[in-house]
């Protein structure tokens, strides 16, 4: 009986060395160590034997037993040893890759221009405000001192809104349009009827033009200043804080005459070239940019007698200054933004919206 244990024992240790799955140990703990398996058949036969051979087979049968226990651990600890590392070769992952950032958004070249512009004169006490983009022909003309069938009108090259019936609608304050510039926005503020004002008006404006330069829609910012004393030495101040904070502290404005029908006397205001530092010149040479030595920002001016009284003031008592002027425009002038063709501003390619 003694051989036969010990037989099992090497017969176990042989097998549970070679085997190399857990459902094949498992198996083999049955067939070995189970209720009815190999030692538990052996141990059987211990029955019949005198007290002296229990004593001694006993002590051999505990021997085996632990032994056969032993084997059952190594090949549990290597078989899990294994399984653990054919799970780190399946699922290996470097975490020092770098990932994949999720796309995150951010505002519009334009919009970007807009808050800049809205913040720069904040600082002066100027008010954001926002006017009807279709708007009447009263605000966008005729309260601008443009009355019905003035020739100036037609510069604006305005959109008109037709109805269903094919006719361009009509109200108690004229033709429906879609504004051609923020200047809608001076009579309506006025008409709001708080004084002092500092109003910077941005919004769209729509005109029949569209090429390199021009769009059929863009947007321009409007100031308007309504006071008791409101001067040209003011505007000018206005005009040269924000060319400095917008374009640079190096740069400086000129006010040009002009002509404008809601503004006397009017301007259009020119900022210094960043290229020729407004010499005109570089390197003896023509500067290609702006030829001169000056770059045109936009109009602007005191705001013409007959705007105030149509704002329901007397022009007497009050007086005031305006400008406007575009954001595409003053944001391309901006050094750094070289941009030949106006319009893929708004051709939604990410390629170059992304840039900015
Ligand atoms: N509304 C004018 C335009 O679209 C620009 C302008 C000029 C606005 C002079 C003003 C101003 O307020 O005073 O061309």
């Given at each position: 009986m003694e051989n036969e244990l010990r037989q099992l024992l090497a017969e176990a240790q042989a097998k549970l060395s070679a085997v190399d799955t857990m459902a094949d140990l498992e198996v083999a703990r049955i067939e070995?160590?189970?209720?009815?398996g190999k030692l538990a058949e052996l141990l059987?036969?211990?029955?019949?034997?005198?007290i002296e051979e229990k004593k001694v087979i006993g002590a051999v049968a505990n021997e085996v037993k632990t032994g056969i226990e032993k084997a059952f651990m190594e090949a549990e600890s290597r078989l899990s040893v294994a399984a653990a590392s054919a799970k780190n070769e399946s699922?290996?992952?470097?975490?020092t890759l770098p990932g994949i950032a999720p796309e995150v958004g951010h505002a519009h070249l334009t919009t970007q221009a807009i808050e800049d512009i809205t913040n720069i004169f904040a600082h002066l006490g100027f008010v954001r405000s926002r006017h009807p983009e279709v708007d009447w022909d009263y605000y966008a003309f005729e309260a601008m001192n443009?009355?019905?069938?003035?020739?100036?009108?037609?510069?604006?090259e305005t959109f008109f809104v037709r109805g269903e019936n094919g006719e361009v609608k009509t109200g108690a304050k004229g033709k429906m349009l879609l504004?051609?510039?923020?200047?809608?926005?001076q009579v309506r503020e006025m008409e709001k009827?708080?004084?002092p004002i500092r109003m910077i008006s941005i919004g769209k404006c729509f005109r029949r033009q569209a090429d390199v330069r021009h769009l059929p829609m863009f947007h321009q910012f409007e100031g308007l200043v309504i006071d008791k004393k409101a001067s040209v030495t003011e505007l000018k101040g206005v005009c040269d804080y924000f060319a400095k904070s917008y374009f640079g502290p190096d740069r400086v404005t000129r006010l040009r005459p002009y002509h404008f029908r809601?503004?006397?006397p009017s301007f259009e205001l020119d900022i210094s070239c960043s290229v020729c530092g407004g010499t005109g010149k570089v390197d003896e040479v023509?500067?290609?940019?702006c030829k001169e030595g000056w770059l045109e920002l936009g109009g602007a001016g005191m705001v013409h007698p007959n705007v105030i009284k149509a704002g329901g003031l007397d022009p007497d008592e009050y007086s005031g200054f305006a400008f406007g002027w575009g954001v595409e425009r003053t944001m391309m002038m901006?050094?750094?933004?070289?941009?030949?063709?106006?319009?893929?501003?708004?051709?939604?390619?990410l390629r170059f919206i992304r840039q900015f």
């Open positions: 070995i160590l189970g209720r009815k059987k036969g211990l029955a019949a034997l005198s699922e290996w992952l470097d975490v443009m009355p019905s069938d003035h020739p100036a009108r037609d510069d604006w504004t051609p510039h923020t200047s809608n926005g009827g708080v004084f809601f503004t006397e023509k500067c290609k940019l901006r050094a750094g933004l070289n941009i030949d063709d106006i319009r893929i501003l708004y051709k939604n390619d």
